[in-house]
């Protein structure tokens, strides 16, 4: 069964920092793209941040571009979003899910996807 479970939420100040983590497992292979997508209060999902593993091409959200960056690691499928910079706006429960799919403007998970648990990120002003 594909499994994706994330972790490294938490509560920070503005201008912290916070790491999440997501270990995918269950894939048959690892050409998908996997990513990050966020929910805060009264808002619409969307998506923040997208890799490709098999060639490490991103997508990121506008409003966390240079702040934000996503990346591979090398056990089990485990993908990182380093949250740098962080703003009250950030706040939201944040979910893994793959696979993805995005374009110049957004990200989203395919038909097919799976999600993982959220893990609650609170920035405080």
């Known amino acids: 069964d594909v499994q994706l479970q994330a972790s490294g939420g938490g509560l920070v100040q503005a201008g912290g920092s916070l790491r999440l983590s997501c270990a995918a497992s269950?894939?048959?292979?690892?050409?998908?793209?996997i990513g990050w997508f966020r929910q805060a209060p009264e808002k619409e999902r969307e998506g923040v941040s997208i890799?490709?593993?098999?060639?490490?091409?991103?997508y990121y959200l506008d409003s966390v571009k240079g702040r934000f960056t996503i990346s591979s690691g090398n056990a089990e499928n485990t993908v990182y979003l380093q949250m740098n910079s962080l703003k009250p706006e950030d706040t939201a429960v944040y979910y893994c899910?793959?696979?993805?799919?995005?374009?110049?403007?957004?990200?989203?998970?395919?038909?097919?996807?799976?999600w993982g648990q959220g893990t609650l990120v609170t920035v405080s002003s």
């Open positions: 269950g894939f048959t292979s690892d050409d998908y793209a």
């Open positions: 899910a793959a696979p993805c799919a995005y374009n110049s403007e957004h990200a989203w998970v395919l038909p097919e996807g799976y």
């Open positions: 890799i490709y593993l098999p060639d490490g091409t991103t």
